[in-house]
């Protein structure tokens, strides 16, 4: 294993000495010097440097310019300061300019090694990531684009050929696929990626306010018009303008696109003059806009003038293989955002998220995903969190794993035999909790606890069902 470098600036001989002793005796190794010049020459011809330690005040060249000229040149490499008794708050001050750590005076030559290694520790692990988070990039895709199926593979490819040239994209795919993130992925790997990407609904923004939002106004052109205001078009000048379900675009506003595309010029409602923009476009849509044209719905000179590149995004139901890592995704993020311990998703989910055809697709599963994280108080996604449109789902593939979920679900009970597959899933459900009522002896805590559910859920159920209890005194008793 290579052993990490530390680079020490200490301008007193007897300190860097005992530095440098405290540190290779832990296995680093050490470049030392009095001269921080010589030493940041060193930074500079040498390189393979983990760490840099300081001194604060030093002659000729104090800590805080070392600090400076090192994070000018490597922002990532880490810089702890040494300090003497009483410059503390210059120590301070120096973190809050890009320093990661400092000792005061007299130096704990075990906390002196403590903090060196969590330090290099820590640059190493980012490292890591950083080159893990490339490789993954290079192989499967894009950054916020989570697919490794071969559809996706072949998108992202296509991606990668269309995005630094200048041609016009038509993205075409159903709802909550992601075409959003399609179109800003082109943008970020463009020559444009420096500009702006601004994205539009045309099916969000009324009719009679869509002109001005995409063109703009001049002062007085309509009631209300108290300024002139520039449109989208001129917002995105030099960057990418995205225009989400174009197939919504009304005939009139499709004309005046078209006149956008070829002259390169708009003009502000009101106004007169010609504004020259320099503008990708990108669009979207859901519907089948060659059956839009052949209904003169959408203007076919305009069809071919946005589709020079057409991409495709797969439905959910054709990227199966996508799911598992896309519900792991999605779990890590809103674990973190809700705040809650849940760090895995049971099988028995896995199976009903792949057996699920997904209508809504990716922002379908991410609200399902999100719903049972809201709802679990555990440690793992459960079939008990999974709502009932998929609770039918959970035992129509087979078992992934022989052994029992750790927790019981709603179907834990006694399976139902084959014949009962075709009732309805509320049927299921009461079986289920009649017959785990029976297993118990009556006792509703012990069957709440066995399904999964609340002890209030429970009575809610058993009051539906119109179960009557005479047993209840004992079970009170035994609680």
């Known amino acids: 294993m290579t052993r990490s470098t530390i680079l020490i600036l200490e301008d007193e001989a007897e300190n860097l000495r005992s530095l440098t002793r405290a540190l290779e005796k832990v296995g680093f190794r050490v470049a030392g010097y009095q001269d921080p010049v010589q030493g940041l020459r060193y930074l500079q011809e ?16 104090d800590g805080m310019e070392v600090l400076k000229r090192v994070k000018h040149t490597e922002p990532t490499l880490p810089v702890l300061l040494i300090t003497a008794f009483g410059s503390v708050e210059s120590a301070v001050e120096a973190m809050k300019v890009g320093a990661d750590d400092y000792l005061a005076k007299p130096v704990d030559l075990y906390e002196l090694r403590r903090r060196v290694q969590a330090l290099v520790e820590r640059r190493r692990l980012s490292v890591e990531v950083d080159e893990l988070k490339a490789r993954l990039d290079e192989r499967f895709g894009f950054e916020n684009i989570v697919g490794s199926s071969p559809p996706m593979r072949e998108l992202f490819d296509q991606i990668r050929m269309v995005a630094p040239t200048r041609a016009t994209v038509l993205i075409r795919g159903e709802s909550g696929t992601g075409k959003e993130l399609i179109a800003n ?12 990407f601004l994205p539009i609904n045309c099916a969000a923004i009324p009719a009679t306010l869509m002109e001005s939002e995409l063109f703009g106004h001049e002062k ?11 449109g989208k078009f001129e917002q995105a000048h030099g960057g990418t303008l995205f225009l989400d379900e174009i197939g919504e675009l009304s005939l009139d506003l499709q004309a005046k696109l078209l006149r956008v595309l070829e002259e390169k010029t708009v003009t502000r409602v009101g106004g007169t003059q010609g504004i020259p923009v320099d503008v990708r476009i990108l669009t979207a849509t859901n519907r089948d806009l060659h059956r839009l044209a052949g209904e003169g719905r959408f203007r076919e000179d305009l069809l071919y003038r ?7 995004i797969p439905p959910l139901r054709e990227r199966g293989e ?8 999605f779990v890590a993020q809103l674990a973190r955002e809700y705040g809650k311990p849940i760090t895995g998703i049971s099988p028995e989910v896995l199976q009903a998220l792949a057996a ?3 209508p809504g697709n990716v922002r379908e599963l991410k609200n399902v995903i999100e719903r049972m994280v809201i709802f679990c108080h555990d440690t793992e996604l459960r079939e008990s969190h999974l709502p009932p449109e998929l609770r039918s789902h959970a035992g129509s593939l087979p078992a992934a794993s022989p052994e029992p979920p750790a927790g019981p679900a709603l179907s834990a009970g006694p399976r139902p035999p084959a014949a009962r597959d075709v009732q309805p899933l509320d049927a299921l459900e009461r079986d289920a909790i009649l017959e785990t009522l029976k297993k118990t002896g009556g006792n509703k805590t012990q069957t709440a606890r066995l399904l999964g559910i609340g002890l209030r859920t429970l009575h809610r159920k058993l009051k539906i069902y119109r179960y009557d209890d005479p047993e209840s005194d004992q079970e009170r008793s035994s609680v």
């Open 185 to 196: 992925a082109i943008h970020q790997h463009s020559d444009r990626k420096r500009g702006r």
């Open 46 to 61: 040498q390189g393979g440097v983990d760490l840099v330690l300081t001194d604060l005040r030093m002659p000729g060249m």
């Open 306 to 312: 946005l589709k020079v590149v057409e991409l495709r």
């Open 322 to 329: 996508d799911i598992p890592r896309l519900a792991h995704t």
């Open 220 to 230: 007085g052109s309509f009631t209300g018009a108290d300024r002139a205001h520039p």
């Open 356 to 358: 699920f055809p997904w």
